[in-house]
């Protein structure tokens, strides 16, 4: 089983500041890496698919880039609406698997 | 437009069978993988399974495996989610999801959740 480690588990941010959040995979998963927004009480939402693909209707301040074992999702010019949890997801062999998640708290 | 919508709320006593439901809408139902992923109260999400509609294809996740039992209803566009014999640790939040079209791809609708409460 591919294991997935995300950092940090939690960050409090100010508006507009940019955040970096990294997914670490245990072994090589090309870009099958794909990442997920959920905000409190929803379900989760996709953002980035394929380690950097864009997904329409996402604002353009999310981007993802890696490929292999190390990935990063950024968001730049962080808005109080960003406040969520973040998941990485690795879709490269079975059984699929999540990061533990960070946690956005906008401050 | 494509809506993964799953049955309500449960609330159930440890030893009891229940089955959940996810009908999927406005595309074709046996043309993509449904999986299903729990999010345990406060914690992160956990890929469980996923079958395939068009011939019942089904995979587990190790942890899940004999655990529950993943099915899909072609006729009616609905999959489902059931366990034989519920214990505490089952109470969650439930989600349904699609996987796009690809072997390694992602989970592109979400349903929106159907939370198990397991409790005596």
């Known amino acids: 089983e591919i294991v997935l480690t995300q950092s940090p588990d939690f960050q409090s941010v100010t508006p507009k500041e940019k955040v970096t959040i990294t997914c670490r995979a245990s072994?090589?998963?090309?870009?099958?890496l794909h990442w997920y927004q959920q905000k409190p009480d929803q379900s989760p939402k996709l953002l980035i698919k394929?380690?950097?693909q864009s997904i329409s209707g996402v604002p353009s301040r999310f981007s993802g880039s890696g490929s292999g074992t190390d990935f990063t999702l950024t968001i730049n010019s962080l808005e109080a609406e960003d406040a969520a949890a973040y998941y990485c997801?690795?879709?490269?062999?079975?059984?699929?698997?999540f990061g533990q998640g960070t946690k956005l708290e906008i401050k | 437009e494509v809506q993964l919508v799953q049955s309500g709320a449960e609330v159930k006593k440890p030893g009891e069978s229940l089955k959940i439901s996810c009908k999927g809408s406005?595309?074709?139902?046996?043309?993509?993988?449904i999986g299903w992923v729990r999010q345990m109260p406060g914690k992160g999400l956990e890929w469980m399974g996923i079958?395939?509609?068009?011939?019942?294809?089904?995979r587990y996740s190790p942890s899940f495996q004999g655990q529950v039992t993943i099915s899909a209803d072609k006729s009616i566009s609905t999959a489902y989610l059931q366990w034989s014999s519920l214990k505490a640790s089952d109470t969650a939040m439930y989600y349904c999801?699609?996987?796009?079209?690809?072997?390694?791809?992602?989970?592109?609708?979400w349903g929106q959740g159907t939370l198990v409460t397991v409790s005596s």
């Open positions: 406005g595309y074709s139902f046996t043309s993509y993988w």
């Open positions: 072994q090589s998963i090309g870009s099958s």
């Open positions: 997801h690795q879709s490269s062999s079975l059984p699929y698997t």
């Open positions: 394929y380690a950097s």
């Open positions: 079958i395939y509609p068009g011939d019942s294809d089904t």
């Open positions: 999801v699609r996987r796009a079209v690809g072997a390694t791809s992602y989970f592109d609708y």
